[in-house]
């Protein structure tokens, strides 16, 4: 079996989901052009104690966007679409300020327009039309111009599932299912308004015995939400809302298999266009942003991953494209939420050590990061202030190791903390203070690639003895958000 720091994957998988208290989970695992290992695990439905399998569907949320951009340059070699037009050549009726962006700006989320997500007349518990969306954002102003910065949108992605609709003459949802979940023989792989075609909810379970697709069969999950400390269901229709951007259901051997055909000429057949999904983006200053279309690549060479949260879902999938790696690992669960990112790094370097931190300490959390130490650093002191939290000090380990004649990689310290909050753990047992302040490591290792490490606050409190439970989960929830923002470029 395979492990990493001394754990196996069910293992780590199991204490993922105990600690996160997460319904059900799938993973599956490709070691080009095999797909080795693909698991369910726990419940796709609490109501009916349906569980969790190979076949089981989740909404994958953000990952739609790579359908979606595999849809757009499908097209764009079938010399119906135009990646660097402008969208007013196939949307002519948007709002002037939009029309001049181009095709490509929306693939890369640096159109500014604003998220209709973010609109105060946003329901999610309604159903909107794609146009609908729009209008909810079509009166404000650009967030930025056009091709100056990078922001996630759910709006550029509506508007590039609008665009695939006017160029191929059919809706979306026929586009995607034509021309990439049929050719591959994705059975695990549809939209929720597929849902009333199939017997999804006729307790097939009952039948199994006697016809043949109630074995193993596809089944949708459940999504949940945390509502006032208790797990909510959340209605699948809702999906819709999220079209181009996030409405499609697939299993986690399902995007496995489609990720193969994404990494050969299967769906987008010139390589060169290829490229241009796993090419970050170059604003018009000449700065480079580490992303494009929803994947964000960092500094360990051929890697790139997509994630993202939903209504009830939550959803990763990873790819290291490099020659002596080719590993990528897909993470679904029916929780709302989740960062799924350091338990596939863990699963991956079970796989093919080296591809995870190769710390052994499992008393540490570590991300990796999209940028250099020093940006990465930035953006944590920056994130700290809009929260107004003291950052007491910051150590550059490096420049004194460059003082006292010594050579060290980029290795700098942020140490940070709220008084109130640190009083609270050390009046439930001093000792803690021994590692308070709070801090945060960022160091670049030798193969180049920029790590955020801290302490976990679980292991500190069970170390320390500290009995103030609200007031770790408090602590550890501010770090895992603050990294987060920290080392991604999108903000989902």
Not at 128 to 152: C, D, H, I, N, W
Request: aromatic share 10%.
């Amino acid at each position: 079996m395979l492990s990493t720091r001394g754990k196996f994957i069910d293992q780590r998988i199991a204490e993922f989901m105990e600690k996160h208290d997460v319904p059900g989970l799938a993973m599956a695992i490709v070691q080009a052009p095999y797909i080795p290992r693909s698991a369910g695990y726990g419940r796709a439905s609490l109501a009916d104690d349906e569980l969790a399998s190979t076949r089981t569907m989740w909404n994958i949320g953000p990952l739609t966007q790579a359908f979606t951009a595999v849809a757009v340059f499908q097209l764009h070699e079938a010399q119906k679409l135009d990646i660097h037009a402008a969208i007013g050549k196939y949307l002519p009726d948007l709002p002037a300020a939009w029309t001049g962006t181009t095709v490509f700006q929306l693939l890369q989320h640096a159109s500014g327009i604003p998220d209709y997500r973010t609109s105060a007349d946003f329901k999610e518990d309604r159903t909107y039309k794609p146009a609908e969306l729009a209008a909810l954002v079509s009166a404000k102003p650009l967030l930025f111009e056009p091709g100056t910065q990078v922001r996630m949108s759910a709006t550029d992605f509506l508007l590039l599932g609008l665009i695939v609709e006017r160029a191929s003459g059919m809706s979306f949802h026929d586009y995607i299912t034509r021309h990439q979940i049929e050719p591959l023989g994705l059975r695990s792989t549809m939209f929720a308004e597929d849902f009333s075609k199939k017997s999804f909810r006729e307790k097939p379970h009952a039948r199994f015995k006697s016809e043949i697709p109630y074995i193993n069969p596809v089944e949708p999950a459940v999504g949940y939400k945390d509502v006032e400390g208790k797990r909510v269901a959340v209605d699948p229709k809702s999906s819709a809302n999220f079209f181009a951007f996030g409405s499609l259901w697939s299993s986690a051997e399902d995007i496995s298999a489609w990720d193969i055909a994404l990494a050969g000429g299967i769906l987008v057949k010139r390589e060169e266009n290829r490229a241009l999904i796993y090419k970050p983006t170059t604003l018009a200053n000449g700065t480079t942003v580490p992303a494009m279309a929803g994947w964000e690549f960092t500094r360990h060479p051929g890697f790139m991953d997509i994630k993202g949260s939903t209504r009830g879902f939550s959803a990763y999938l990873s790819r290291f494209t490099a020659p002596n790696d080719l590993v990528c690992v897909t993470l679904l669960a029916n929780k709302e939420g989740l960062d799924l990112t350091g338990l596939a790094r863990d699963i991956a370097d079970s796989y093919k050590p080296g591809l995870g931190v190769g710390i052994g300490s499992d008393g540490i959390v570590t991300q990796e990061s999209k940028f250099s130490v020093d940006e990465t650093v930035s953006r944590l002191t920056a994130l700290l202030g809009e929260r107004n939290v003291p950052v007491f000090a910051t150590f550059d380990h490096g420049e004194n190791a460059r003082e006292a004649g010594m050579e060290l990689r980029p290795t700098k310290v942020v140490v940070f903390g709220n008084p109130k909050v640190g009083t609270k753990l050390m009046q439930s047992s001093q000792a803690i203070a021994l590692d308070l302040p709070l801090r945060l490591s960022v160091w670049e290792d030798e193969r180049s690639r920029v790590w955020v490490g801290y302490h976990a606050m679980e292991r500190l409190a069970a170390e320390y003895n500290v009995k103030d439970r609200a007031a770790v989960l408090a602590i550890e929830q501010m770090l895992e958000s603050l990294v987060a923002k920290a080392v991604n470029v999108y903000d989902w």
